[in-house]
């Protein structure tokens, strides 16, 4: 299967001198070893790798930063690895966490470890060749490891001082810290070494709160290949790590959250494309600059024009939608981009009578939605619902008080127009596609009547 990196071919090896340069622009270093420059301008292939925790079936939005430095660093001519912790999940990682994560059984990390497989194949290219990207599951090595021989092997290399002055371990310790999340270190440092054997891995990336233990395992390895400090034989150092800063919300949290507190999944059944699509076109200005660098893969002359025309035209949200449409067609498929940029189109501005039946239906998917009664008028003589009647129907008003205010008060439209008559009455011949009557309350509270649809 060969999976699009980028929707371009990658470039070959010699431009990997090319890739702390894009990424210091784009504002994606946190830290990194000192000899890494010079190891990418060698020019040799590299292999480097990240991490994913499996202890939920869906990545979300927070993990596109280590994505996209993995895909760029493919683009650069770089192989990337992609590791699974399936071993690691059923322990939990302390980092950037203010409480311990429940344990995971078996059975339900490895589904995990499934769904997480196939969501990266939205990203990564996985088909045969020089910079083909790896999946591998850490339980392959680590669920074989006995304990007396992990003792002696790894733990020897690391003293209690030096693993209680790591953040991760320092920010738990007045809240509690288990010697299973302790020990987590030590098993990520274990990784690192076994990737460096066993596959060349000369590189780990994480984000920043990965700093300590991407660290722990560039000193594992040293020490298991004499070298107590990079450099110390007059050779270079052997491995290298690249932190990329967290970006957090505005009320600092870690990213990938909606303003309700809801997580963005890259899972379709957990966010649907449109939410998923919404949360991106809904960033704010001073945000979409760092998200386009961050999240695509359009080149600096591309952003900063994105960028020029929304400080021009902030109202047309250019930049947010370019955004929006990228990443949604990246994660989910172009089809589905099309298809929730028709409907968001809809919502907000767009002419309900021109849209087709199939971007009405999508876009009831998506909004609250309500059955179109169906049967005789009460009074034949007065056919359909009056206005007062649709808006109750459509749970647009609480009450018929309610309903008559927000009409004298100009805030409701139907189907596009503005509607101010209390008496007016609506019948089957105005649902839009013969199904789908379309309420607007306000500028943002969007609602439906629908035809044919079954009651809750």
Request: net charge negative; charged share 25%.
């Amino acid at each position: 299967m060969r999976v699009r990196a980028g929707g371009c071919d990658v470039v070959s090896a010699t431009r990997l001198a090319g890739l702390l340069p894009d990424l210091g622009w784009r504002g994606l270093i946190h830290a990194t070893t000192d000899g890494l420059e010079a190891r990418l301008a060698s020019g040799a292939p590299l292999r480097a790798y990240n991490g994913f925790d499996p202890t939920f079936h869906s990545l979300h939005v927070g993990h596109l930063i280590p994505i996209f430095g993995l895909v760029r660093l493919q683009r650069f001519g770089g192989q990337p690895v992609a590791v699974v912790g399936g071993g690691t999940g059923l322990i939990g990682d302390p980092s950037g966490r203010s409480a311990e994560r429940p344990l995971l059984d078996r059975s339900a990390i490895q589904a995990n470890v499934h769904a997480i497989r196939d969501q990266l194949a939205h990203y990564l290219d996985f088909a045969p060749g020089p910079t083909q990207a790896l999946l591998v599951n850490n339980l392959d090595w680590l669920g074989d490891a006995r304990l007396l021989d992990f003792l002696r092997d790894i733990g020897k290399h690391f003293t209690v001082p030096y693993m209680l002055a790591k953040d991760s371990v320092q920010v738990r310790m007045d809240k509690g810290l288990s010697f299973t999340e302790f020990s987590y270190m030590l098993l990520q440092a274990t990784d690192f070494m076994h990737l460096h054997r066993s596959y060349g891995v000369e590189l780990q990336c994480g984000g920043a709160d990965q700093w300590g233990n991407i660290t722990a395992g560039l000193e594992l390895i040293r020490r298991t290949t004499g070298l107590r400090r990079p450099g110390a034989d007059g050779g270079p150092d052997p491995v290298h790590g690249l932190a990329y800063p967290l970006l957090l919300n505005a009320s600092g949290a870690k990213f990938g959250k909606s303003e309700s507190g809801e997580s963005i999944w890259l899972d379709p059944a957990l966010t649907s494309p449109y939410r998923f699509y919404q949360y991106w076109l809904d960033a704010e200005d001073r945000d979409v600059g760092t998200y386009l660098r961050w999240f695509t893969l359009f080149d600096r002359v591309q952003i900063e024009e994105l960028e020029a025309g929304q400080a021009a035209n902030p109202e047309r949200r250019g930049a947010q939608r370019a955004l929006a449409r990228d990443l949604t067609e990246r994660t989910h498929g172009r089809g589905a981009a099309d298809r929730v940029a028709r409907v968001s189109e809809l919502l907000f501005g767009g002419d309900p009578a021109a849209a087709d039946a199939q971007t009405l239906a999508d876009l009831a998917a998506e909004i609250p939605a309500a059955p179109w009664p169906e049967g005789e008028p009460a009074d034949p003589a007065r056919p359909g619902l009056d206005l007062v009647e649709v808006l109750l129907l459509a749970g647009a008003a609480s009450s018929r008080g309610e309903a008559r205010r927000l009409v004298e008060q100009g805030g409701i439209h139907v189907n596009g127009r503005p509607a101010r008559d209390l008496e007016e009455r609506f019948t089957a011949d105005d649902l839009l596609a013969g199904r789908f009557l379309l309420v607007r309350r306000g500028k943002r509270d969007q609602r439906v009547l629908v035809r044919g649809q079954e009651r809750a």
